[in-house]
């Protein structure tokens, strides 16, 4: 009699262990299936933001001509250096050796800009001070944009459309200017860069003692 007895209540424990490791089981189960996916991108931050750097558009500070040339694609063109010809050929209507030169004079400070007919006589100027800018800001390629804006409407109003440019300098408004012009309304045939250059430099000045 003793015996069923405790067989009877193994068989209970034994039965009511597996119940409890069951229910457990499934318990872990339901607990996975709920639990929310997510995942950690703390180590690639850094990659991430150095590609969201690399797509964002570059800033157009009025050197995207300069920065973005194809040289093939230039030498492939016929007609685009000048020769014995060029002087007597005609740009809508106009000889070369007559078209009207936009001088473009651009330092460190200021850039200066003036309309002159083929004989060197000056019919319009206009420079980023006389705009209105003043101190640092003279020398900016914002302020260079809209004085060769301004002076295009001035050039168009005394009947010059077809012209030249003559640029000459290394200032911030090089690149700026002939953007502005074209913006006004300008038909550039030719682009001549005349900036001086010297072989026998000054002497450089002495250093500086600290």
């Not at 597996?18 to 499934?26: E, F, P, V, Y």
């Not at 250096?81 to 740009?91: C, M, Q, S, V």
């Not at 200017?177 to 430099?201: E, H, N």
Request: charged share 25%; proline share 4%; net charge positive.
């Amino acid at each position: 009699m003793l015996k069923q007895v405790l067989t009877l209540a193994k068989h209970t424990i034994v039965n009511n262990t597996i119940k409890q490791s069951l229910s457990c089981q499934l318990q872990q189960q339901n607990y996975l299936v709920n639990v929310r996916k997510f995942s950690l991108t703390s180590l690639h931050l850094k990659e991430d933001k150095r590609a969201l750097i690399k797509a964002q558009p570059k800033k157009d500070d009025g050197t995207d001509g300069e920065r973005v040339i194809d040289i093939d694609s230039i030498l492939t063109q016929d007609g685009i250096f000048p020769d014995e010809h060029t002087p007597n050929k005609l740009f809508n209507g106009i000889p070369f050796k007559d078209i009207p030169i936009i001088n473009i004079k651009c330092t460190k400070n200021n850039t200066l800009m003036s309309v002159n007919l083929a004989s060197g006589l000056a019919k319009v100027f206009n420079s980023c001070g006389c705009e209105g800018y003043k101190h640092a800001r003279k020398g900016t390629n914002i302020a260079a944009q809209a004085t060769a804006i301004s002076l295009s409407h001035k050039a168009l109003d005394q009947g010059f459309k077809t012209v030249r440019v003559r640029v000459r300098g290394i200032g911030p408004g090089r690149a700026a200017a002939l953007k502005g012009l074209q913006m006004g309304g300008m038909d550039i045939i030719s682009v001549t860069d005349s900036t001086r250059v010297t072989w026998t430099p000054l002497r450089p000045r002495k250093a500086r003692r600290v």
